[in-house]
């Protein structure tokens, strides 16, 4: 079948597809915005797509895993980091004769 | 993009409430694991080894070194706390806001405090000598601030302009 045939059988049988009402406006809102692109509207338009990303379930999975992980990690070197502190404070203190004496005398 | 912003948002509170709960959970068996007294010194001595990432050689040294500074440490704790005792009784006295007895106190006190701070400084210094370079360097920047009383941020290189 040759492009005039297909094209002849085509004009002969339009599809009936029922639009929403809203599909014009949507469409030219869109070749508007298209044809008025800004800095603003590229970063609002990456965000929404990246955004967009997590929504997908692999993503999201990976997304929610990693966070918890990270939390974790952060929560360990934080605690880690906690007891170096409380050992060295000890250890400035068990030396230091003047916070001995103070701290007895508070007991 | 709202399920998105929504899913971003629940693992971004996951997150914290990982690290909060990670924290919380590890302080609170800790302190039940680890002695919190300053007379137990073995815990000190260990973050001394970790930290400075001392060799045996090192600690055994650095080991005996505190022990026997610790009877040293002990008598002037001891006559610190009886010069506290007796400023607090002059002080309390009525009579003059500061009497002569007082005045001499508070001197015989400060002199007190510095023997303290000069004798830990001496320890510090001996403690150092046992450690390499690079070692000691770090731990008298640690204790130095601490035994002088002074900030650790003070820059002593401001006072060179």
């Given at each position: 079948m040759n492009d005039d045939e297909l094209h002849r059988l085509l004009r002969q049988h339009p599809a009936q597809v029922p639009l929403a009402s809203s599909f014009d406006r949507e469409v030219w809102s869109r070749i508007e915005a298209e044809s008025t692109r800004t800095l603003g509207n590229l970063v609002a338009e990456l965000f929404e797509r990246t955004l967009g990303l997590f929504a997908r379930p692999l993503a999201a999975a990976m997304t929610l895993t990693l966070f918890a992980t990270g939390g974790l990690a952060l929560g360990w070197q934080w605690h880690r980091h906690d007891i170096e502190e409380h050992f060295a404070v000890a250890y400035q203190q068990a030396i230091n004769p003047l916070y001995r004496a103070g701290e007895e005398a508070g007991r | 993009m709202k399920k998105g912003a929504l899913i971003l948002l629940t693992a971004l509170a996951l997150g914290l409430c990982m690290l909060f709960c990670t924290r919380l959970m590890l302080r609170h068996l800790d302190t039940r694991a680890m002695?919190?007294?300053?007379?137990?010194r073995l815990p000190e001595l260990s973050w001394l080894r970790h930290s400075f990432k001392l060799t045996d050689a090192q600690f055994e040294k650095i080991t005996r070194l505190h022990a026997a500074y610790l009877p040293t440490c002990e008598k002037l704790c001891e006559r610190v706390r009886e010069s506290d005792a007796r400023v607090l009784h002059l002080g309390l006295t009525?009579?003059?806001?500061?009497s002569t007895e007082l005045s001499a106190a508070l001197r015989e006190r400060s002199q007190l405090a510095t023997e303290c701070q000069e004798a830990l400084l001496k320890h510090i210094h001996e403690i150092a000598a046992c450690m390499d370079a690079q070692q000691a360097a770090l731990y008298r920047a640690r204790m130095i601030p601490h035994a002088l009383g002074v900030s650790c941020c003070a820059n002593p290189k401001a006072h060179e302009h």
């Open positions: - | 002695p919190t007294e300053h007379g137990s009525p009579g003059e806001p500061v």
